[in-house]
């Protein structure tokens, strides 16, 4: 069953959930103190393209989709090979812009004792000097106002 739930209200959500769990650490959970993987769950991927360039989404070597400038799609809707997942973003000239890999267990959601929502994904961010660029698998991205990037950088 997919719910679906407004970006901002999500990332508001994600936020709290994440300030109310406290700090894990840099490596995540301790090794005495596991959190269940999201068994089951299958995994997706999520682009926003906020650059006035339209970019192309490479997966494991093949083109899935070209997200045109100002585009967003979360949950992907292509067909995506098995993981793990090579993930490329593209500029026009074929440059790449960013990239990840997303592997199996990469992704968990887990609520703790105390009720608080804890997540891990994958994700990559590139501020350009045409826009922003956000993939990822899991939780999005929250963070700073987009950077400047360098000139040049989207061609």
Do not use: H
């Amino acid at each position: 069953m997919m719910i679906s739930v407004p970006r901002g209200l999500f990332a508001v959500v994600v936020l709290i959930a994440g300030t109310l769990s406290g700090c894990v650490g840099a490596g995540g959970p301790s090794a005495s103190s596991p959190l269940p993987s999201t068994s089951g769950t299958q995994m997706t991927l999520n682009i926003e393209n906020d650059t006035t360039i339209a970019v192309t989404l490479v997966v494991n070597g093949k083109v899935i989709e070209i997200l045109p400038a100002g585009g967003y799609e979360a949950p992907i809707k292509a067909q995506l090979p098995g993981l793990p997942w090579n993930v490329e973003t593209r500029s026009p000239s074929g440059r790449v812009l960013s990239s990840m890999t997303v592997s199996a267990g990469d992704v968990w959601e887990t609520t703790r004792p105390n009720g608080a929502v804890e997540q891990k994904g994958d994700a990559v961010r590139v501020d350009l000097s045409c826009g922003r660029l956000d993939v990822w698998s899991g939780p999005p991205l929250l963070g700073p106002a987009p950077g400047p990037g360098q000139s040049g950088d989207c061609a």
